[in-house]
């Protein structure tokens, strides 16, 4: 089987344990083909764990969830040296941030010293206890999720943070079709006494292959310029008003190297071989939603982060 259709196959295999989440599925592929990690915001009960779970089933890799709480500390994420009496030596017994795919829970529950744990494995790939440094998987990506409704208790996550996240994802309730499927599903499984072991599809080494499929893709010249536009248009030395007035602060280059990379693993999956306008826009939401700071009076008037992104892609001319 070659290497997109092992994907729709793994999408498919995916939404049908995932119903009415749809986009949060594609994300999650985006994420794998770029290399990246993403945020997921959502009501509780919207199948966030779930979701990654599913996917790590499938795959080959393994799995960790780790709840965030005020008391967690970043040995509980990194791992520990454990002293062996033995023969007087230390041991480092490694923790979940080794594992492939780590959901971090309610990443804005923890403090600021296992914020930044993590940070360093996101952004360098690599654990550092004491003097030494661990490299992590090849396969290492890290789905944060985040509850809108509760932020007594919480420590939000500071921009450099926000900013090592490749995609955004905002995701929504389903719609009642979708929740009758959700009813019928779960009655299934609670019926089901032996679950039945997920066949793997996709394997590392085809991973490897796709992601190089990606960064193969055509993106002509003018798309190029098209994308720096938009993240230039994000800043207060643009030359136009714009968007600009909204914004405390824009988006950086990080910004315009993951609308790339997530516009090439959108057009790839779709089947083709090159990127177009639409494919930049449709990424444009989840790479940069987090990436925008609002101003006061943005926020005083209401202005949400997608409501500034679209009068982005209006602003900015397309190609």
């Not at 995932?18 to 997921?40: E, K, P, Y």
């Not at 009496?85 to 959901?103: C, E, I, R, T, V």
């Not at 905002?170 to 719609?175: E, L, R, V």
Request: proline share 5%.
């Amino acid at each position: 089987m070659e290497t997109l259709a092992i994907f729709q196959t793994l999408k498919t295999s995916i939404e049908q344990k995932i119903i009415g989440q749809s986009h949060l599925a594609n994300q999650l592929l985006i994420a794998m083909l770029a290399d990246g990690h993403l945020l997921v915001e959502g009501a509780p009960g919207l199948a966030k764990t779930r979701a990654i779970k599913v996917l790590s089933d499938f795959i080959e890799g393994d799995f960790h969830r780790v709840q965030f709480t005020p008391d967690l500390l970043p040995s509980d994420l990194t791992g520990v040296e454990i002293y062996r009496p033995q023969d007087g030596s230390f041991h480092f017994q490694k923790g979940p941030m080794f594992h492939n795919l780590l959901l971090a829970d309610e990443i804005n529950r923890a403090p600021a010293k296992v914020q930044s744990a993590l940070l360093e494995a996101m952004a360098e790939r690599q654990i550092t206890v004491g003097s030494v440094s661990y490299p992590l998987p090849d396969l290492f990506l890290v789905m944060a999720t985040q509850n809108p409704i509760e932020q007594e208790g919480t420590y939000p996550l500071p921009e450099a943070q926000l900013d090592r996240f490749l995609l955004h994802v905002s995701i929504d309730y389903p719609s009642a079709a979708s929740e009758k499927e959700i009813l019928r599903l779960s009655r299934a499984e609670a019926a089901t006494t032996t679950a039945a072991t997920p066949q793997v599809i996709l394997t590392q080494a085809v991973l490897q292959q796709a992601r190089q499929a990606t960064l193969d893709m055509y993106v002509a010249d003018a798309l190029e310029e098209y994308m720096v536009q938009l993240i230039m248009a994000t800043r207060s030395n643009h030359t136009t008003q714009g968007v600009v007035k909204h914004l405390q602060y824009g988006a950086s280059p990080r910004a315009t190297i993951a609308l790339d990379r997530c516009a090439r693993a959108h057009a790839w999956l779709a089947g083709r071989d090159f990127v177009s306008p639409e494919d930049i826009q449709h990424v444009a939401y989840d790479v940069l939603r987090h990436r925008l700071l609002l101003n006061y009076e943005a926020e005083a008037s209401g202005l949400t982060p997608d409501a500034v992104i679209t009068q982005l892609i209006a602003q900015v001319a397309v190609p």
